[in-house]
Nanobody, 122 residues
Framework: QVQLVEAGGGLVQPGGSLRLSCAAS????????MGWFRQAPGKEREFVAGISRSGDSTVFADSVKGRFTISRDNAKNTVYLQMNSLKPEDTAVYSCNYGTYSNGNYYPYDYWGQGTQVTVSS
């Protein structure tokens, strides 16, 4: 059974940082690219970041480029999203996802965790 469990969300002031984690099980973790998506109230889910199976290639949405980084630890079956210089518009539920990575693009499979809430507000 595929399971993705996100953690690390919370309330942070603008300009602050958070580190999200996603623990994966039910699949051979190192065989899959991983990604992060987010969904704000009243908006569609949007891509945030993706990372290749080995972790040597990454891709980011333009809105987070230079502020967010994605990494993975295949020994721990965990993917991370380090978020710096947070803005109010980053407020959303963040979810991780299995997928594929090809030619600098991330393609998600339809496996989603419950997500973790990130709120950026003063």
């Amino acid at each position: 059974q595929v399971q993705l469990v996100e953690a690390g969300g919370g309330l942070v002031q603008p300009g602050g940082s958070l580190r999200l984690s996603c623990a994966a099980s039910g699949r051979t973790f190192s065989s899959y690219a991983m990604g992060w998506f987010r969904q704000a109230p009243g908006k569609e889910r949007e891509f945030v970041a993706g990372i290749s199976r080995s972790g040597d290639s990454t891709v980011f949405a333009d809105s987070v480029k230079g502020r967010f980084t994605i990494s993975r630890d295949n020994a721990k079956n965990t993917v991370y999203l380090q978020m710096n210089s947070l803005k109010p518009e980053d407020t959303a539920v963040y979810s991780c996802n299995y997928g594929t990575y090809s030619n600098g693009n991330y393609y998600p499979y339809d496996y989603w965790g419950q997500g973790t809430q990130v709120t950026v507000s003063s």
